[in-house]
């Protein structure tokens, strides 16, 4: 992945429940050399069975060819039961 002018994640993620979901937050974390760098933002609403998208900027840039782990994670809202699919991690090369 190149590094180029800000460096953000577009999270897309499902509301797979029978009911609208509130405060939902989404989480990246860039993790390397040196300290953790991380990022949330919360999404007010996701419709039943819709999708939501969120783009979390990271606040420093990562360190051009160094391999990154990216996690990604959905928190759990109330009531949800199935959270084994609400964490995602990714190796990334930056350039």
């Not at 029978?18 to 989480?27: H, T, W």
């Not at 990246?28 to 419709?47: E, F, H, I, N, R």
């Not at 994670?73 to 991690?89: F, L, M, S, W």
């Amino acid at each position: 992945m190149p590094i180029a002018g800000d460096l953000t994640f577009k999270v897309v993620f499902a509301d797979q429940g029978a009911s609208d979901l509130f405060d939902v937050e989404a989480d990246v974390t860039l993790q390397g050399p040196g300290k953790a760098s991380k990022t949330k933002k919360t999404v007010d609403m996701v419709a039943r069975a819709a999708t939501a998208t969120v783009n979390l900027a990271l606040p420093k840039k990562p360190t051009a060819g160094e391999v990154y782990t990216v996690t990604v994670a959905i928190k759990a809202v109330p009531g949800e039961k199935k959270t084994d699919n609400n964490t995602q991690t990714y190796n990334v090369l930056f350039q």
